[in-house]
């Protein structure tokens, strides 16, 4: 059995204000119902991750809590990974090689650019910048996580809460 990937980056934002931290910043009216209506849709496609990561700020918090709502998915079994916070691509690569291999389906939310560079590097897909809220499915023909790497997965779809019709 193959490995499905989902690459969810966060959704929209407030502004930074000049006192605040990056980390605090939270979702907009928008990002909140964009969220909802993405964890709809995966619901409608029965995709049902085994593992949701995620960051641990505030932004992706919130985006993993509303997403797991909607697919019935236990909020106290999202695991947050602070080194997917600022990450490079090679840190999100080392993360998904570590993903545990009874994990078939997993979903990882996280920032731009880190994760649309990963959803390229992997599926080798010229995505470009990944709208907030968007998602990508990338599948791989592997049985394990830890061969996971450069252009070896199969680029599924991408979609973002405009291409939504609900």
Request: with cysteine.
């Amino acid at each position: 059995m193959g490995k499905n990937l989902y690459l969810l980056r966060h959704a929209q934002t407030l502004e930074k204000q000049h006192d605040e931290s990056d980390a605090d910043r939270e979702l907009t009216p928008v990002g909140i119902q964009n969220a909802t209506r993405m964890g709809i849709n995966l619901k409608n496609k029965n995709i049902y991750p085994d593992m949701l990561i995620s960051s641990p700020v505030v932004r992706t918090q919130a985006t993993s809590e509303i997403v797991a709502e909607q697919i019935g998915y236990d909020l106290s079994k999202i695991h947050y990974n602070i080194e997917i916070y600022n990450a490079s691509i090679r840190t999100l690569l080392k993360a998904v090689n570590n993903f545990k291999d009874e994990w078939n389906s997993t979903l990882l939310i996280g920032h731009n650019p880190a994760i649309t560079y990963l959803a390229e590097y992997l599926s080798g897909e010229a995505i470009g910048d990944m709208s907030t809220c968007g998602l990508v499915s990338i599948s791989f023909d592997l049985n394990s996580w830890s061969m996971i790497s450069e252009n070896n997965g199969s680029f599924k779809w991408y979609e973002y809460p405009d291409l939504l019709n609900f």
